[in-house]
């Protein structure tokens, strides 16, 4: 599959990237190259096999939370240790705001 110069263009400026002429044509051939090596995998037969998400058949497997404690003097070591704190509560930047 051959890529045009927009093509290049409209990746580059996907990819925040400033690409001078040289390095224009560079990629085009690059990725022309690695998207024809891809187009090869449509010649491989494929009749009679299911499609599917992964080979390696692992499933996801959840587990309940459950509280594990630490030897009280583990914990007053990283409670000690931490940075900010109220109490026995560690304080942490919040995540949304």
Not at 53 to 68: F, L, T, W
């Amino acid at each position: 599959m051959a890529l045009r110069d927009e093509d290049i263009e409209k990746i580059a400026r996907l990819a925040h990237l400033r690409l001078t002429d040289a390095e224009m044509a560079m990629m085009r051939e690059k990725l022309s190259s690695v998207l024809s090596y891809v187009d090869k995998l449509s010649e491989a037969d494929t009749e009679g096999i299911e499609p599917m998400a992964h080979i390696s058949g692992v499933e996801n497997v959840m587990r309940e939370d459950a509280v594990e404690n630490c030897e009280a003097a583990v914990r007053d070591a990283i409670v000690a240790g931490f940075p900010e704190k109220d109490g026995d509560s560690l304080k942490v930047k919040p995540v949304f705001e």
